[in-house]
């Protein structure tokens, strides 16, 4: 909903064009824009929830023809480490059966497999507490394994400090 949100929005329901290296700047911009909010709700004790996040900027923009891991995590480098990670694993094939699969940008099989193996490589970083599940089951059953997980990370997390993602000395 803020302006970089929206261009970014238009860019993915491929309403507008924009360069490579620019959207994904601007997807980081969102990210960071919105860090004194969550920094804030964080010390009030509220759990924050985020869909995709830097690692989607990440898988996606890598994916894209000479595009490197590294140059990609630079502009996200030190926003809030989150203190788990749930990445919700489906085959491609399988996900283009769903519901409004092929709308949006990035939406075709091929470039999603592109993605996934980036995620795999995102997932061997060791300094984030990945989870995958496995999101070809029921709603119901994917709903109480993130559950089980959210629950048991908000009671560990409770009294530690927010980290600084990709930055070692802050694990
Ligand atoms: N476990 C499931 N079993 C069957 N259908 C599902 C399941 N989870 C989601 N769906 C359906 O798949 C479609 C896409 O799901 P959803 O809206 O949750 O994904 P999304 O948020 O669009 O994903 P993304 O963040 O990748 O864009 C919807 O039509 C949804 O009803
Ligand atoms: C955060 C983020 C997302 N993307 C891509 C990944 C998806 O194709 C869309 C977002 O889709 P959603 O259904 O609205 O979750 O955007 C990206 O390329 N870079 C990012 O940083």
Redesign the pocket.
């Known amino acids: 909903t803020t302006e970089i949100g929206k261009l970014v929005g238009s860019y993915l329901e491929k309403k507008s064009n924009l360069e490579d290296h620019t959207v994904h700047l601007l997807f980081s911009a969102n990210r960071w824009e919105q860090v004194p909010l969550m920094k804030e709700k964080l010390r009030s004790g509220v759990t924050l929830v985020v869909?995709?996040y830097a690692f989607s900027g990440v898988a996606f923009t890598s994916s894209k023809k000479d595009f490197s891991l590294h140059w990609c995590k630079q502009p996200d480098i030190g926003l809030p480490k989150p203190d788990l990670v749930l990445f919700l694993d489906i085959s491609p094939e399988a996900a283009a059966k769903?519901?409004?699969f092929g709308n949006e940008r990035y939406e075709t099989s091929d470039f999603q497999k592109k993605v996934q193996k980036r995620y795999a490589e995102l997932m061997e970083d060791r300094s984030l507490n990945w989870e995958m599940i496995d999101?070809a089951?029921?709603?119901e059953d994917?709903h109480s394994a993130i559950r089980q997980m959210s629950e048991d990370i908000i009671e560990q997390a409770k009294d530690q400090p927010i980290g600084k993602l990709w930055i070692e000395s802050d694990t």
Do not use: E, K
Request: charge should be neutral.
């Open positions: 869909d995709r769903r519901g409004d999101a089951q029921s709603m994917v």
